[in-house]
């Protein structure tokens, strides 16, 4: 069926298909980390692999806020961060030291997020990290890893250690820095964000209450079995982004162009 949106966002001829379709729904994506609060001015990075050409992924322009980001200018690179084809933009060095590195090892790494919201980085910056002591973050009892902060992301090798550091979890707290997840699909990736996030915030607004109350890890092993978020009969994932997009488009749907 076509896309009611196909007369006024036309595909351009250079672009295949394939290759259009994930670019749209990049660019929902940006628009819906806008829509959360999760942008970070013209900072941080979500990536997709272009379908069909391995070793290529798309990435957001470096200078523009989430909220400018659409599917014409996403940037196309290799990963070693090349711009693959035209681009009016280049990317932020950061965007590719881990990404590219994940996108070229991991063969499910379709997507790879990273943000800075505040409870997020807050988490990151506790010792014992995330604790598995509220609904949210029991959805990822054995999923999370961690890698310890080197500074700025931007030395290539650091990609080969964050990689290693992640040991094929689809979580991974940069330490001092904030959260990477890693998804098998764009919705994978963002069900496994918004996760992580609602876990964050339930966890910095109850430490300063008192001392959290623990889980038995057999009720956390059926949380991970049982989440709504991440099984395939409910779009594992696919059904809560598709309904974030209808939002964005309800206000702005010209990310599509």
């Known amino acids: 069926m076509p896309d009611r949106f196909d007369d006024r966002y036309p595909r351009p001829e250079h672009i295949a298909p394939a290759e259009w379709s994930a670019r749209v729904q990049l660019a929902a994506a940006y628009r819906i980390f806008d829509r959360l609060g999760w942008s970070e001015l013209i900072y941080n990075h979500i990536s997709l692999r272009v379908p069909g050409e391995p070793g290529h992924f798309l990435l ?8 400018e980001v659409c599917a014409s200018n996403l940037v196309k690179v290799d990963v070693r961060g090349n711009i693959v ?8 060095p950061a965007g590719f030291t ?3 590195a ?7 790494a379709h997507c790879v997020m990273h943000v ?10 506790l010792d014992e ?13 054995g999923q999370v890893a961690y890698h310890d902060f080197e500074g700025i992301t931007v030395h290539l090798d650091e990609g080969q ?11 991974l707290l940069l330490r001092n820095h904030g959260p990477v997840t890693i998804g098998r699909t764009l919705a994978h990736g963002f069900g496994l964000m918004w996760v992580l996030n609602r876990a964050c915030e339930v966890q910095v607004a109850s430490q300063s209450l008192g001392r959290l109350r623990p889980i038995a890890e057999p009720v956390l092993e059926g949380c991970v079995r049982d989440s709504l978020n991440f099984n395939p009969r409910f779009g ?18 010209s990310y599509r162009g």
């Open 60 to 67: 957001n322009p470096f200078g523009l806020h989430y909220s």
């Open 85 to 92: 084809g035209a681009s009016a933009w280049p990317i932020n």
């Open 98 to 100: 881990f990404h590219g």
């Open 102 to 108: 994940i996108h070229e090892t991991l063969p499910d």
């Open 116 to 125: 800075h919201t505040t409870p997020t980085m807050a988490v990151c910056c």
């Open 129 to 141: 990290g995330l604790s598995f002591t509220n609904f949210y973050a029991a959805q990822l009892w």
């Open 161 to 171: 250690r964050i990689l290693a550091s992640a040991g094929g979890k689809p979580v």
């Open 236 to 253: 594992a994932g696919q059904d809560v982004f598709d309904a974030m997009q209808r939002l964005v488009d309800r206000v702005d749907p």
